[in-house]
């Protein structure tokens, strides 16, 4: 079955860099768009990027604009997202996620699978 595992979160200071990943597992990898969505405690989750099944296009949130990168290696079933300069608002659980499309899918919803998530935590 299809399997999403994120690492790469932890505590770490404001100002920092932080690479999460997810391997993918059981599918296609190369088929999917992949996104990534945080959710922190009492706050709505929010879907903040995503990248197509090639990697020629992507997509964030304005919110992470400038911050946030994402990107894939689809010979190792990897994706990755690049958190540049956290602030202690980015602290959330990070979520990726999987699409079997062409297409670019911009929300959490539109997302078939999920993984377990990783947590990020920054201190100010």
């Known amino acids: 079955q299809v399997q999403l595992v994120e690492s790469g979160g932890g505590l770490v200071q404001a100002g920092v860099s932080l690479r999460l990943s997810c391997a993918a597992s059981g599918l296609t990898f190369s088929s999917y768009a992949m996104g990534w969505y945080r959710q922190a405690p009492g706050k709505e989750r929010e879907f903040v990027a995503a990248?197509?099944?090639?990697?020629?296009?992507?997509y964030y949130a304005d919110s992470v604009k400038g911050r946030f990168t994402i990107s894939r290696d689809n010979a190792k079933n990897m994706v990755y997202l690049q958190i540049s300069n956290l602030k202690p608002e980015d602290t959330a659980g990070y979520y990726c996620?999987?699409?079997?499309?062409?297409?670019?899918?911009?929300?959490?919803?539109?997302?078939?699978?999920r993984g377990q998530g990783t947590q990020v935590t920054v201190s100010s």
């Open positions: 996620a999987a699409k079997l499309t062409g297409g670019l899918p911009t929300t959490a919803s539109d997302y078939n699978y």
């Open positions: 990248i197509n099944y090639f990697g020629s296009r992507t």
